[in-house]
């Protein structure tokens, strides 16, 4: 089990597994929307972890996802991830595309547009639950969408002052009899990390907090 | 005569989900553009009745996404009906552009009947400025 921040207080969990809740409501609202079928939610599982521990945290490590990856602007800095597997990416275009998973292909400038759009709008859902609760207003740059093994996209991203600690969120949804997840993961930058804790009303774990003040004290 | 409409999206699936849902309503596609220069000349050359912009999309040249296309094609012609396309927490940048100029917005994913409302508003002749 990976380590994380969970044993320092129970409150922080709540508010994240809030923004889960809130940002999975919506989200599994626009994807129903979408692709004009009911869609469901399972209770999401939210934690704050340390990026090192990301690795041990999902399935399949080392296999390739399609990742979202969407640059924030504005009162939050720090980059945001969605990632799905490529069954699940088959299945998401199968069903905005209106076609057999059989005949989705990777290739189809179509397809990779229409996951592209979807998972921005579940994003984006998340994104304005953080929002609500934090009271930040947040700003998305413009997604690119990878694929390729999460180390090698965590590696490319070039956030400034990034945290170790990031948010993630991990949702199931069912469409049509079918299980869909996705994963959510804020990596914010330094700062940002603190604003949220502390708009949260969370207390800033000690061992964050210490290294916070390590990392805002200028090099010399 | 049906209208017509000028689609503006990045995104090729937003835009032909948008145009499926413009031809339902009767209305003929002019033409479709992927960025905000793009936009900007087949406005031009394309005159057309309505336009739909996405708010976020690439720089292109000196044309920074849709809210500066926009204000191009509001400068060309003050009366140009224009309907910003935006995604979930884009308020602010909603603001803006109908203060820019724009007459009204939809919000991604589309609802069809929210998207219509908005069209036959625009066309009616309403229009959302604050």
Same mark, same amino acid.
């Given at each position: 089990?990976p380590?994380?921040? $969970?044993?320092?207080?129970?409150h922080?969990?709540d508010?994240l597994?809030e ?11 626009a994807l129903s *929307?979408m692709?004009?079928?009911e869609?469901t939610?399972?209770v999401p599982d939210?934690q704050?972890?340390?990026? *090192?521990d990301?690795?041990k945290?999902?399935?399949? /490590?080392?296999e390739? @996802?399609?990742?979202?990856v ?5 009162e939050?800095?720090g980059?945001v991830?969605f990632?799905?597997? /490529?069954s ?8 905005l595309?209106?076609?057999?998973? *059989? $005949?989705v292909?990777f *290739?189809?400038?179509?397809?990779q547009?229409?996951?592209?759009e979807?998972l ?6 998340y994104?304005?639950a953080?929002s609500?609760?934090t009271?930040?207003?947040i700003m998305?740059?413009?997604p @690119?969408l ?5 180390t090698?996209v965590f590696?490319a991203? $070039?956030t400034p002052?990034k ?6 969120i991990k949702?199931?949804l069912?469409?049509?009899?079918h299980?869909f ?6 990596f914010?930058?330094? /700062?940002?990390?603190?604003k949220i804790?502390?708009a949260?009303?969370m207390e800033? /774990?000690k061992?964050l907090q ?5 990392d805002?004290?200028?090099n010399? | 005569?049906a209208?017509? +409409?000028? =689609? =503006?999206?990045d995104?090729? #699936?937003?835009?032909k989900?948008l145009s499926d ?10 033409g ?8 900007i000349?087949?406005f031009?050359?394309?005159?057309p009745?309505l336009v739909t912009m ?11 996404g849709g809210?500066?296309?926009l204000k191009?094609i509001i ?8 309907v910003?396309v935006?995604?979930?927490g884009?308020?602010?940048? +909603? +603001?803006?552009?109908i203060?820019a100029g724009?007459?009204? #917005?939809?919000v991604k994913? #589309?609802?069809?009947a929210? =998207?219509s409302q908005?069209l036959k508003? +625009? ?8």
């Open positions: 089990m380590e994380n921040t $969970q044993s320092q207080g129970g922080h969990l508010v597994k923004i889960g809740t809130m940002g999975a409501g919506r989200a599994a609202t *929307e692709i004009s079928a869609v939610i399972s939210a704050l972890i340390r990026s *090192e990301f690795s945290t999902i399935a399949r /490590p080392n390739a @996802y399609l990742v979202l969407i640059m924030l602007e504005g939050l800095g980059r991830f990632m799905v597997s /490529p699940e990416a088959r299945l998401l275009g199968s069903l595309l209106g076609m057999p998973p *059989e $005949q292909n *290739e189809d400038p179509l397809f547009s229409s996951i592209k979807a921005n709008i579940i994003v984006g859902a994104m304005m953080l609500e609760l009271g930040f207003e998305f740059s413009i @690119y990878a694929m390729d093994i999460l090698a590696i991203d $070039q002052q945290s170790e600690e990031l948010i993630y949702t199931e069912t469409v049509k009899g299980n997840g996705g994963s959510f993961v804020f914010p930058d330094i /700062p940002s990390i603190k804790l502390n949260l009303g800033v /774990p061992a210490e290294k916070l003040s390590k805002e004290k200028p010399g | 005569m209208t017509r +409409v000028l =689609v =503006v999206d995104a090729l #699936f937003m835009r989900v849902i413009l031809k339902r309503e009767g209305m003929e596609i002019a479709e553009a992927d960025n905000g220069k793009a936009a000349d087949k031009t050359e394309l005159k009745d996405d708010i976020v999309m690439p720089k292109v040249g000196e044309i920074d809210l500066a296309a191009e400068k060309l012609d003050p009366n140009a009906k224009v910003m935006s995604a979930m884009q308020h602010a940048l +909603v +603001v803006e552009a203060q724009a007459k009204d #917005f939809i994913p #589309f609802q069809a929210r =998207v908005a508003k +625009v066309l009616s002749g309403e229009s959302s400025a604050a």
